[in-house]
Each structure stands twice: as C-alpha cells, then as structure tokens.
T-cell receptor, first 113, second 109 residues
C-alpha cells in the first residue's frame, strides 16, 4: 500500500458508546504503534504491536481501551463506554522494524459529546 | 528516564530568515533520532533519520545534524509553505519512540 491508512477520519460519538478505530499499516511493516494526540499536547504512547503480539499494553489509559492486530496487518483500537476526556486524535504508525522510522496515518479525530 | 525536549515552542520567521530548531535528548541506547513535520489535521510526515553523532541529512531548505546530546534542524531561507509543527523523536534501546512536544513554525511572507 501507499501509506498508513486510518478510518474513520472523524468520529463523533455520545458519551457511553463504544467506538472502533481501524489502522491499515504499510505492507510488510511488522511494528505497529498507536498514539493519542490531544490539542496542544505531545504524542502519548498507547500500545505497540510486533506482529500480532502486544508486548506492552501499559500505555493504555484505562481498561476501557483495548487493541488487537490480526494477520500481522490490520489493527483495531476499541474504546468502550467513551468519556469526554477520550476526545483526541488517535494516530497509528508502522515501521519496517523497531528502530527504523515510524510512518504515520492521518489519524482519527474522536469527539465525545 | 528517556526524555526529549524541543525548543523553542514556537518560532515566527520572515520569509528568507534562516534559523534553527533544537532537540535535546537523554536516552539509554540511541537507536535513531527522527525529525517529522506535522501540518494541521494531518499525521506527522517523516523527514530525516540520524543514527550517529556527526551525521547530517539535507532535503531542500532543511538540514538536520546530530551530536551526542542534541539535534538541530536548520531551515535556510524559509518560505511560507515551511510553516508547520516540527517534531523530534528518539528510538531508545527498547521498542519505544520518545517524542518531543514540537516547535510550531510560522513563516511570514
């Protein structure tokens, strides 16, 4: 594929609803990362996948957040019972291997009303 | 603790006025230092990778340099289209990438 693709690009949801964010990484990239970027803030690490495994889930803000990756490719970040503080841009990035440049998608802008 | 600090937070330049952005880092086991450009509503766009002190990379009006403690992104004769937020990140000895909070650059015509 050309680059990292994320969908939807925008999502508005009501407080308490569940949302699913999708990431299609660059083909062949084994490492996949999720970050959260709030207005005026830096990039907050959420979770890292090597293949289908997530060695470190400690960046997930609460147990309402979960993520999976299947087939060493597509990843889904799920937020259950969304809260207003979950409003942010969720960025996905992939890399050929750890230590090489991360390539980012354009993110999903989540707004919880 | 691994840390990346960027300065200044914001920078306004006149078109053609050259300047430098700074990225200071402390990391255990540097695997690479990366510069990104981020435009509003977009994800960070990869610019450069630097792996060892003394290394330099250039692309159009941008030049990145690396020492053992910091990296500079030099912008020569900037144009309004160079306006963006510039992010610096380091890859540590583990799987983590540590990002700075960025420098917001505004180039005035």
């Amino acid at each position: 594929g050309a680059g990292v693709s994320q969908s939807p690009s925008n999502k508005v949801t009501e407080k308490g609803k569940d949302v699913e964010l999708r990431c299609d990484p660059i083909s062949g990239h084994t490492a996949l990362y999720w970050y959260r970027q709030s207005l005026g803030q830096g990039l907050e690490f959420l979770i890292y996948f090597q293949g289908n495994s997530a060695p470190d889930k400690s960046g997930l803000p609460s147990d309402r957040f979960s993520a999976e990756r299947t087939g060493g490719s597509v990843s889904t970040l799920t937020i259950q019972r969304t809260q207003q503080e979950d409003s942010a841009v969720y960025l996905c990035a992939s890399s050929l291997e750890v230590g090489r440049p991360l390539h980012f998608g354009n993110g999903t802008r989540l707004t919880v009303t | 603790e691994d840390q990346v600090t960027q300065s200044p937070e914001a920078l306004r330049l006149q078109e053609g006025e050259s300047s430098s952005l700074n990225c200071s880092y402390t990391v255990s086991g540097l695997r690479g230092l990366f510069w990104y450009r981020q435009d509003p509503g977009k994800g960070p766009e990869f610019l450069f990778t630097l792996y060892s002190a003394g290394e330099e990379k250039e692309k159009e009006r941008l030049k990145a340099t690396l020492t053992k403690k910091e990296s500079f992104l030099h912008i020569t004769a900037p144009k309004p289209e160079d306006s963006a937020t510039y992010l610096c990140a380091v890859a540590s000895g583990t799987y983590k990438y540590i990002f700075g909070t960025g420098t917001r650059l505004k180039v005035l015509a």
